[in-house]
């Protein structure tokens, strides 16, 4: 796991993150990309109308995995390593600590603030120039067709829409911009900026149960619908009224079984059928 060149590392560190979503290793963004000019199958279709049927007045998206195939949270911190963006300092400890996070010595929540306050020191508009620049080449292309379609029409009926994702903010600001939901919408990990520089202590942290409770604290409602794909989001939907497993990692999936939440494999992943 580890390594004195920062770039080897960043090949090793990317293809780790991918093992976190095992099957969309089968995913080209060229076959995502030709679905937005497709028709959408039936299944896609009909997961469609069983949302939009249920006339929800708000909801609550994930992000990674489930509006998009991939992470865009730990890509984003892979990216960064390659790019110079960080201090040789900062990557060599950031690095070993990745590394202690996918042996799970460090925890999720550790591993996803430390994300963010690794920038202490930067220009906020610098991290937000990067972190746009790196979601849309590397991640806009494999945003789910049906699912931005679903936010596109829940727009249309008056929904009110969040996304509540446990990656960056400045990451989660740029990605709205290709389902039209505004930044003050968006609860992502954030630190304080004093200055317009980034500083090391974190405001917000909607992971697990920090997804409920940020929920709780800022909209002050529950969701009508709530849409996630791995046990970091069982809080959030929990507490929505209606709750959909949106390509769902292995814990997910069995607990959906379990409470009867409706599964969706979105059509880039047509191996698999909807349970």
Excluded at 61 to 87: I, K, N, P, Q, V
Excluded at 88 to 99: G, L
Excluded at 118 to 141: C, M, S, W
Excluded at 247 to 275: S, V
Aim: charged letters at 25%; one cysteine or more; a negative charge.
């Amino acid at each position: 796991m580890y390594c004195a060149d920062a770039l080897p590392l960043y090949r090793l560190l990317q293809i780790l993150s991918f093992w976190k979503v095992g099957a969309l290793l089968q995913i080209r963004a060229a076959d995502i990309q030709t679905m937005t000019i497709a028709k959408f199958s039936d299944k896609a279709t009909q997961f469609l109308d069983s949302v939009l049927r249920l006339e929800p007045s708000l909801a609550a998206f994930d992000c990674d995995g489930t509006l998009w195939a991939g992470d865009a949270g730990e890509g984003f911190f892979c990216w960064e390593l390659e790019r110079g963006l960080l201090s040789d300092e900062v990557v060599r400890y950031e690095t070993a600590r990745y590394a202690d996070y996918r042996q799970g010595r460090v925890s999720e929540d550790d591993m996803c603030g430390e994300m963010v306050t690794l920038h202490a020191g930067l220009t906020e508009a610098k991290v937000q120039r990067a972190a746009a620049e790196y979601f849309d080449a590397n991640i806009a292309p494999s945003i789910f067709p049906e699912m931005q379609e679903l936010v596109r029409r829940l727009h249309e009926n008056g929904c009110e829409i969040w996304a509540v994702s446990s990656t960056n903010e400045w990451v989660i600001r740029d990605a709205m911009k290709h389902f039209e939901i505004p930044q003050n919408r968006v609860l992502g990990v954030a630190a304080r900026v004093e200055n317009g520089r980034v500083t090391g202590e974190l405001t917000q942290l909607p992971s697990g149960a920090g997804k409920s409770r940020l929920i709780r604290n800022i909209i002050k409602k529950m969701p009508d619908a709530a849409f996630g794909n791995s046990r970091w989001d069982i809080a959030m939907l929990s507490i929505a009224r209606h709750a959909f497993a949106i390509n769902p990692n292995l814990d997910l999936h069995e607990l959906a079984g379990e409470r009867g939440w409706p599964i969706y494999w979105p059509d880039a992943l047509g191996k698999y059928e909807n349970a």
